[in-house]
């Protein structure tokens, strides 16, 4: 006897068979292959047995040779089980919906946790975020991806030095590393403070300490400018000296700049074009349209969606068309040395210190050659020239 | 007269050589369990069937069982499972 769960499986009918000679038709079936089983007899000319869903066609054939008559009176099994319940709509929505919402809740953001933040930058990184876009019920594949969120969190945040993003399941994970903000001048031995430069010193603030030299002389590089030494021989006494030591430096430099140039800009205007992406096939949900700029250049942002806790093959794409414009740069001569002694200077400024200034500057040398113009710069900064030494003891 | 003699040869070599003498004279082989279950192996097609009675053709004559509730469990072309509450399996010869 077959498994009776192999009949569930396949689908079985309850037969009624009705006429003369219903054994001679049993006695068919059974020649011809045809399984039946659970046969009961009703009434002289009444027979009720089940069979295979795949036999039913075989058995109309055997029966047209018999005086019986055939009546399909149940079924059961999965096919019917299937057809039922295809035929029942609100069951299948049921079924769609259930799948379709467990899609969309595994696509969604469910937890946002920051690890080893101060709450000022804690509070600061839940407000960039919210600008970002990710908050608890938005969609994963909306938001940047982690790399992207980590540069944009450390560009935005100047308080953390290093922020981890890990996506665990529906919960993005943070974990900040902040920057050891500068805390109280930790104690300072004592120490001389001599000179970084070659300079002439302008002004001097000395707050603690002997100092050496006076204003206008003239001092080099590593000279002592200001003793931790203090006291009457004999009675000396190491202190860190401090102050600050502003003497006038100098500065070359050169700088060379084309009176032509071209550049590639973004004008600002751009496109989007959404896809779904099964393999290597793209469906255009959004955005038909060519990109009608000239020049431009794109951009793609590939994000999988997820089912439950797997990542599906199914990827959403974001195509982002900038249009971009070429711009051509022209100076005349007198332009180019000007902008050319801008840029110097401007350079140089980045260069020092915040309570540096830039005295003066002198052109050394200015001269044009094959398109472009080169120029020598001589600057005067006034700038604090003193570096601490520390005092080693037992010299 | 030629049969009988047949069946006679067929009897004595199955007795002397030992051997199953289902499968050389093929004749049935009945299995029952209590009064509940009937299993019958190697008959030749069913002839009537009703609640209350089953007759089976055998290569020799036919088997009668009667009782109540029948229920034909299974039906292969030698083999038939009959459920019910049995109360007599008869031999009829021809």
């Known amino acids: 006897m077959k498994n009776q769960w192999m009949n569930i499986l396949i689908g079985s009918v309850r037969v009624k068979a009705q006429g003369k000679g219903v054994e001679r038709l049993l006695n068919a079936c059974v020649r011809n292959d045809i399984v039946i089983w659970n046969v009961k007899k009703h009434s002289d000319h009444i027979v009720t047995f089940f069979i295979k869903l795949s036999d039913v066609k075989r058995l109309r054939i055997v029966a047209r040779r018999s005086e019986c008559k055939l009546y399909f009176v149940g079924k059961t099994g999965f096919p019917f089980f299937c057809k039922k319940?295809?035929?029942?709509?609100?069951?299948?929505?049921?079924?769609?919906?259930?799948?379709?919402i467990v899609f969309l809740l595994s696509?969604?953001?469910?937890?946002?946790?920051?690890?080893?933040?101060?709450?000022?930058?804690?509070?600061?990184?839940?407000?960039?975020?919210?600008?970002?876009?990710?908050?608890?019920?938005?969609?994963?594949?909306?938001?940047?991806?982690?790399?992207?969120?980590?540069?944009?969190?450390?560009?935005?945040?100047?308080?953390?030095?290093?922020?981890?993003?890990?996506?665990?399941g529906t919960t993005l994970y943070f974990r900040v590393v902040e920057k050891e903000q500068p805390e109280e001048p930790k104690k300072i031995g004592a120490q001389h403070l001599v000179a970084k430069k070659k300079a002439i010193i302008t002004d001097m603030f000395v707050e603690e300490g002997q100092p050496?030299?006076?204003?206008?002389?003239?001092?080099?590089k590593g000279q002592l400018l200001v003793s931790g030494i203090i006291g009457k021989e004999g009675q000396t006494k190491l202190v860190p000296a401090k102050g600050k030591i502003f003497g006038e430096t100098w500065y070359k430099s050169t700088v060379v700049l084309p009176l032509d140039a071209t550049f590639r800009v973004l004008t600002g205007k751009y496109m989007e074009k959404h896809y779904i992406k099964i393999g290597n096939i793209s469906l255009p949900v959004w955005g038909w349209e060519k990109p009608k700029f000239t020049n431009y250049e794109i951009n793609v942002q590939k994000r999988p969606f997820r089912f439950w806790k797997w990542d599906l093959p199914l990827y959403y794409e974001?195509?982002?068309?900038?249009?971009?414009?070429?711009?051509?740069?022209?100076?005349?001569?007198?332009?180019?040395?000007?902008?050319?002694?801008?840029?110097?200077?401007e350079e140089l400024k980045e260069k020092l210190p915040d309570d540096a200034s830039i005295k003066g500057e002198k052109v050394l040398h200015q001269t044009k050659e094959n398109g472009k113009v080169v120029v020598e710069l001589h600057y005067q900064v006034i700038e604090n020239i003193a570096i601490p030494q520390p005092i080693v003891q037992g010299d | 007269m030629v049969k009988k003699w047949r069946q006679k040869m067929k009897r004595w070599i199955t007795d002397k050589l030992e051997l199953p003498a289902d499968?050389?004279?093929?004749?049935?082989?009945?299995?029952?369990?209590?009064?509940?279950?009937?299993?019958?192996?190697?008959?030749r097609g069913l002839l009537t069937f009703s609640d209350k009675e089953l007759r089976l053709l055998l290569k020799q004559g036919q088997l009668l069982v009667r009782g109540e509730k029948f229920v034909i469990k299974t039906i292969l072309p030698e083999e038939?499972?009959?459920?019910?509450?049995?109360n007599q399996v008869i031999y009829i010869d021809e």
């Open chain 1, 107 to 168: 696509n969604m953001i469910w937890g946002i946790e920051i690890k080893g933040a101060k709450p000022e930058t804690e509070y600061r990184i839940w407000k960039e975020l919210k600008r970002m876009g990710i908050e608890k019920g938005a969609f994963q594949f909306l938001v940047d991806d982690p790399e992207t969120i980590q540069k944009k969190l450390t560009d935005r945040i100047d308080a953390i030095t290093w922020v981890g993003v890990e996506w665990e």
């Open chain 1, 85 to 100: 319940a295809l035929s029942n709509t609100g069951f299948l929505l049921g079924i769609c919906l259930f799948f379709v």
């Open chain 1, 318 to 345: 974001r195509v982002i068309f900038r249009e971009t414009a070429e711009v051509k740069r022209s100076y005349t001569w007198e332009e180019a040395f000007a902008k050319a002694k801008e840029l110097a200077r």
């Open chain 2, 23 to 43: 499968i050389v004279m093929d004749l049935p082989r009945i299995t029952m369990v209590g009064q509940i279950h009937i299993y019958i192996e190697n008959h």
């Open chain 1, 212 to 220: 050496l030299v006076s204003v206008h002389d003239h001092v080099t």
């Open chain 2, 80 to 86: 038939i499972l009959l459920e019910g509450k049995i």
